[in-house]
């Protein structure tokens, strides 16, 4: 028989994970949980993982995020992200695919070490994704996230947001896409420091959507920009 070969940390970094959690994940535990996945797979130990989630109501604080942009009617909790961006809300029906690579390696499209590429990346397999369930999206330069022509208003308005963190060359934190979150909410904020443009979501294109179907083009498209096929954890 073959002599066994131990596994190295290239090996374990050439295996893209896939991980969905059920339920509401509190955003505590999520930080604690990216914190340490990232400094795994710095350290060789852990395999890369996108890892998929919702989070109860909450907002959320990026490094450029300003208290006065922040309302918060109902009281909802707060937390520092320790991401870039401003403030950001998380709630039940929406997406957030936390995305924890070794950028100090190629990932498919993407050279190693080169943020803007993760970026631009990261912008494109969510218009690649919305375009598979049939909504054309883009972005705008001096704009973050990704925007759309809401079906009802027929303006502007962001679909989906990033923020990332990057320690020590591996990435956390990650994008998240509206399916069908109280819209309402966002209103407890200036989403991203952009006050002239709504949010939209998934829902009002297509009633018919479910989370299933955005998990599976979000794994569909994966391949393309981030190179090998994700497998289930």
């Not at 290239?10 to 969905?20: G, P, Q, S, V």
């Not at 707060?78 to 950001?88: F, H």
């Not at 499209?109 to 999206?137: N, S, Y």
Request: hydrophobic fraction near 40%.
């Amino acid at each position: 028989m073959p002599e066994a070969r131990a596994m190295t940390r290239n090996d374990i970094c050439e295996e893209i994970l896939w991980k969905k959690s059920d339920g509401l994940t509190p955003y505590p535990d999520a930080l604690d949980f990216m914190a340490t996945r990232s400094r795994q797979i710095h350290e060789g130990t852990a395999s890369p993982l996108v890892w998929l989630v919702e989070h109860p109501p909450i907002f959320t604080a990026g490094t450029s995020a300003r208290p006065e942009d922040l309302y918060n009617p109902h009281g909802y909790p707060t937390y520092s992200a320790g991401r870039g961006g401003q403030w950001t809300y998380h709630g039940p029906g929406q997406r957030l695919a936390y995305v924890m690579l070794d950028l100090g390696q190629q990932n498919g499209t993407i050279p190693p070490r080169d943020l803007r590429a993760f970026v631009k990346g990261l912008e494109q397999w969510i218009i690649e994704t919305l375009a598979g369930l049939g909504v054309e999206a883009f972005t705008r330069d001096g704009r973050i996230g990704v925007w759309t022509i809401d079906p009802l208003s027929s303006q502007e308005a962001k679909i989906a947001a990033l923020g990332i963190r990057v320690s020590r060359w591996v990435s956390w934190h990650g994008i998240s896409i509206n399916l069908d979150p109280a819209l309402d909410d966002f209103d407890g904020i200036v989403p991203c420091g952009i006050r002239e443009f709504g949010v939209t979501s998934l829902r009002r294109f297509n009633p018919a959507l479910t989370m299933q179907d955005l998990d599976d083009a979000l794994a569909a498209t994966w391949p393309a920009h981030f190179g090998s096929t994700p497998r289930e954890e």
